[in-house]
């Protein structure tokens, strides 16, 4: 059977999703056989739009369960991307905005599917995914 | 207080014997130096060992005050130990004359040891290698030297002295299973050289052994992992190699050994991995006792070629060029060991002798120009790995996972990969690669490119093992304790199933269940399918006597897929196609109906087909949605091509249900037929199965010509009758359809036949 290993990854940069929408980009270090991460030099990546923020962290212990995807960072292409870095702040007011936006789009929603008694979409009976 | 294993000159006159170099001076270098000393820049490390050189030679000093030193230095065993690793390593030549020394020296050692290092002598002997002669010992001082060592307070002492890399506590170690010798069966890319690695893995895992067992066998002892096969061989082998009280002390140990491991893995490239590999494979079914050596030769054969062995493990067919980049990383990330290694070790070898520390270095010396060489030689991946290298040479993070571990996550992930019946678990990748493979036949076949290699990760199919588990039984007690686990779970809640008895059950929930029933009928039918057509390739694989009987299986799940479809116990006559038609206003039926027809007895077939005929406007009414009906086709052209001309004949006459005293003006039944795509497809094959009978076979009786034709008659015209717009489109139209109307239908109307069928060829 045909399996996927991480070893071949170690040591090279990386771009992590995690499960709750964040994506990491760091150094793979270590791993094991739940796919338990260890990055190195660590950067939290904001993405608003077109713009990103990056966020230093250091060092990531990640639980293997908590990962979405990665992939390797061709460290050439890197710099090439129409993407276009802001500050920190910057990028967190950004997602606070859009945060926000979200939330009253979602408002409309729910009340729009109320007003027409059609059942509402809870958290809990939703999946994460 | 120095702890160093500042050897010991107890047995002077040996080493007169043998005139070695005098460690003496050697050890005042130590004790100015060395040990005591905090700082392990490597560069101060450097120098010191180059002014080891260059005393080298000079003339021994009277070791009255070396022997006066602290109790450490008054270890007799060590003191032999580096005597003896001395004697191998620096003088190969005279190899006679060692084993004549170490001989001599048998009373003071213990046994155990005793026979680690004797073995291991013998066997340097049949080693060709020199490389290894030399390691051999080294590594065997390691780990005979350093358990004895307090390891607490060397670790103290260390810890300030360590460089940047986190210190390697027990983490690895104690979360991780021991180290296990892996039965990873890869394609061997030569077969050749066996007997080469045999005798180059024998000797460490001996006198690895030999050190672990004996002192640490009772933590381990009580340990029960649920991973039998990789533990139960191991088990009996190693002690606990792990505990926690000198696990830094082996971690070093562990890196030594890859240290001697890289050197031997570099010169073959990678060559010799795949072969150990290959004959560690059908390890897991044989027996324990037998399975000790070679399990462990297969653990030492993993740390000393893993970069290789990887290769051959992740070299899988779509293995485009960007995963030819991490391939260098394998032998460049070995250099890499070898290169943060030396600022590791610095602090470590103080403990070693200077003269080891130096011989050590040397080869790691040797190795860098060695795999430069290599890579010069190596081709197009020369240069990939140079540049890798370039880039690895900057990271001074890398190789924070250690080879050895990189190889134990490989290892569980390969275990996980080994099944005993990969068709059973691994269903769509053995289908995938098959077609690979007849696809690379087939474009090897027409033109003679280059033959890619495709390797395949080939798992080594282990024997299933029946293990029959009993559940711990405790002697002495009262009464039975019941120890529940994985293999024996223990029954919490007692589910009973009560059967609806009550007679007021509305009539949707009737009307539900039997759909249920339905659907859970078709499951179980589904499954009798599969095995059915798995049956060919166990036949191929079976023996010749077993082939009856997987016959005469298959027979009887063929007759208990029939007896599903048609619905259990019928009377003499099928009276009602209820069951069948429940299954058929399923999709998933309509499909399994189709996989199955190819196996059913022609009367079973032929009935199958009839009964959809008789009902063919329900289905058609109720496939309205899913469209899954022309799934049907194929195999019943397949069922129609063997029939007579009789069956044939009821058969339109169930298509059209011309029953034959009535004959409505509009006949429904026909219509919906008609309008239909399978419907009318099914007609057409039909007509055309008729057709080709009745052209073929002149001899057919009145009787049923006179029916066939009166039924020809009349599909005619209803044909006819037919808008043309309500006229589905067909699946496929039998050429023959015009001969046939040919015969029932004069000119005019043929003519109109033809254009409303487009049965003439060239108009569609």
């Keep these: ?129 | 207080q120095s702890l160093e294993d500042c050897p010991l000159d107890e047995d002077e006159d040996a080493f007169q014997a043998l005139g070695e170099e005098d460690e003496d001076i050697d050890q005042f270098n130590d004790d100015t130096f060395g040990a005591g000393a905090v700082d392990d820049d490597w560069q101060e490390a450097h120098e010191r060992l180059a002014e080891l050189e260059d005393k080298a030679g000079s003339s021994r000093e009277p070791d009255g005050p070396v022997g006066n030193d602290g109790d450490v230095l008054g270890d007799p065993e060590d003191a032999l130990a580096e005597r003896l690793t001395r004697l191998v390593v620096d003088s190969e030549l005279e190899d006679p004359a060692i084993m004549q020394a170490m001989h001599t020296r048998d009373p003071p050692q213990p046994g155990a040891l005793n026979s680690s290092i004797w073995d291991s002598s013998a066997v340097l002997r049949r080693i060709r290698g020199p490389l290894l002669a030399q390691e051999m010992p080294s590594v065997s001082v390691l780990d005979y030297a350093l358990p004895q060592r307090p390891p607490q307070a060397r670790d103290e002492e260390r810890d300030p002295s360590e460089r940047a890399l986190p210190r390697r506590s027990s983490s690895p170690i104690i979360g991780s299973p021991p180290v296990r010798a892996v039965p990873i069966g890869t394609p061997p890319k030569q077969a050749a050289i066996p007997n080469f690695n045999q005798q180059i893995l024998c000797p460490k895992p001996v006198h690895i052994r030999a050190t672990m067992q004996q002192r640490y066998p009772a933590p381990y002892g009580e340990r029960m992992s649920p991973n039998q096969l990789c533990n139960v061989p191991n088990s009996s082998l190693l002690g606990h190699p792990f505990p926690h009280s000198v696990s830094p002390v082996l971690t070093h140990l562990q890196r030594a050994q890859l240290l001697g491991g890289a050197q031997v893995k570099l010169l073959p490239a990678g060559r010799m991995s795949p072969s150990q590999f290959a004959r560690v494979s059908g390890l897991v079914g044989s027996p324990l006792p037998s399975v000790n050596p070679k399990l462990l030769q297969g653990r030492v054969g993993q740390m000393m070629s893993p970069a290789g062995g990887f290769r051959a493990f992740f070299g899988a067919p779509p293995a485009p060029p960007p995963s030819q980049l991490p391939h260098p990383p394998g032998p460049g990330s070995h250099l890499q060991n070898l290169r943060p290694q030396p600022q590791m070790f610095r602090p470590d070898t103080t403990h070693l002798h200077p003269q080891h520390r130096r011989l050590l270095h040397q080869r790691q010396q040797q190795n860098r120009n060695q795999h430069r060489s290599l890579n010069g030689s190596g081709g197009d991946r020369g240069g990939h790995r140079s540049s890798h290298q370039e880039q690895i040479r900057k990271d001074p993070y890398a190789n924070l996972m250690l080879q050895r571990e990189k190889d134990w996550v490989s290892k569980i992930q390969m275990m996980q990969l080994q099944s005993t019946d990969p068709y059973l678990d691994d269903y769509y990748y053995q289908n995938y690669f098959q077609k690979l493979e007849k696809l690379a036949a087939a474009e090897e076949v027409h033109g003679d490119g280059p033959k890619k290699e495709r390797t395949k990760l080939i798992t080594p199919q282990v024997a299933k093992l029946e293990h029959t588990y009993k559940p711990v039984q405790f002697e002495g007690s009262l009464g039975k304790l019941t120890v529940s686990s994985v293999n024996n779970p223990r029954k919490m809640i007692d589910a009973v199933v009560t059967s609806r008895s009550e007679d007021d059950e509305t009539k949707e929930k009737q009307v539900r269940d039997k759909r249920r029933q339905t659907l859970v009928t078709i499951e179980k039918t589904y499954s009798l399918l599969l095995d059915v057509e798995d049956y060919e390739r166990r036949y191929l694989l079976s023996l010749e006597g077993e082939r009856p009987a997987l016959m005469g299986e298959r027979k009887q799940k063929i007759c208990d897929m029939y007896d599903n479809l048609r619905g259990k116990a019928p009377g003499q006559d099928r009276p009602s196609d209820d069951h069948f038609m429940q299954i058929m206003c399923i999709r998933k039926g309509k499909r399994l109906v189709a996989r199955i027809l190819p196996f059913l007895a022609p009367e079973q077939a032929t009935d199958v087909l009839m009964a959809t005929a008789r009902n063919l406007p329900f289905l058609i009414k109720k496939d309205a949605q899913d469209e899954v009906l022309p799934c049907l086709l194929r195999p019943f052209s397949h069922v129609l091509y063997h029939l007579p001309l009789g069956t044939v004949t009821s058969l339109v006459q169930q298509l059209m249900n011309l029953p034959q005293s009535a004959a409505s003006p509009t006949n429904l039944h026909l219509t919906a037929v008609l309008q239909n795509k399978f419907g009318l497809s099914l007609l057409y094959l039909v007509l055309s199965r008729g057709e080709e009978l009745q052209s073929s076979d002149t001899n057919t009786e009145l009787m049923q010509d006179n029916q066939w034709t009166e039924l020809m008659l009349m599909a005619t015209r209803e044909l006819l009758r037919i808008p043309q717009g309500a006229l589905a489109k067909p699946m496929s139209i039998p050429s023959n359809l015009i001969s046939l109307f040919s015969r029932y239908v004069d000119q005019q109307k043929l003519n109109l036949l033809e254009t409303k069928l487009h049965l003439v060829q060239g108009i569609r």
């Design chain 1, 1 to 129: 059977p045909g399996t996927a290993s991480l070893i071949q990854d170690i040591d090279k940069k990386h771009l992590v999703l995690l499960r709750d929408g964040r994506t990491l980009i760091g150094y793979l270090r270590s791993i094991d056989q739940f796919a338990n991460l260890v990055l190195h030099q660590t950067v939290e990546r904001i993405h608003v739009g077109k713009k990103y923020g990056d966020i230093p962290r250091g060092i990531f212990v990640v639980r293997g369960e908590n990962v979405v995807l990665l992939g390797e960072i061709d460290l050439e292409k890197e710099s090439d991307t129409p993407l276009q870095q802001v500050s920190i702040e910057e990028i967190l007011e950004e997602q606070r905005v859009e945060q926000q936006a979200k939330q009253e789009s979602e408002k409309l929603k729910v009340q729009a599917l109320k007003e027409r008694g059609l059942s509402v979409p809870r958290a809990d009976t939703l999946d994460e995914y």
